[in-house]
């Protein structure tokens, strides 16, 4: 049995640190995509992913994945993140693939999607993560398991 964490509110992983090896993954949530004052950008919960307030994010992201827990990075769910995506791939991909790059313990990640999508877009979208940085892309369970 995995077990999964899904960090979203950023309320710190500090008390998981006392049983790190009950934990298997800590998914960070959620990357979506947006244009603001006529900018494309790539936002974390409404703030950029490189904002100081996520200085301890990433920080205490890093301290278990040196200890063994996968670090995945959750894309989408609601609000229309692939709508953004793949109407204009060659934008925003890019701030994706910079956001990942940047940090070297994120292993992975879960694409949630919540978007009425072609399912060639999201193939696209898989291909180039594995190409571009080597990325697992996997299934921890399906609807059916759940």
């Given amino acids: ?20 090896q009950d934990i298997d993954v800590v998914i960070i949530s959620s990357i979506h995509f947006g244009i603001l004052n006529n900018q494309s950008y790539i936002h974390l919960n409404n703030h950029s992913p490189t904002d100081e307030i996520f200085n ?6 890093e301290k278990i994945s040196a200890q063994g827990v996968e670090i995945l990075i959750m894309v989408g769910g609601a609000g229309g993140a692939y709508e ?3 109407s204009n791939f060659d934008k925003y991909y890019p701030m994706l693939k910079k956001l990942i790059s940047s940090k070297s313990f994120i292993k992975g990640i879960d694409i ?24 697992e892309i996997g299934q921890y369970w399906t609807e059916d398991d759940i």
């Fill in 1 to 20: 049995m995995k077990t999964i964490y899904y960090y979203q509110t950023f309320c710190g992983l500090t008390k998981l640190f006392s049983h790190i």
């Fill in 56 to 61: 301890n994010v990433w920080y205490e992201c």
């Fill in 84 to 86: 953004y995506l793949f």
């Fill in 112 to 135: 949630d999607i919540e978007d009425s999508v072609d399912p060639k877009n999201v193939e696209k979208l898989i291909q180039k993560l594995k190409f571009n940085l080597g990325l």
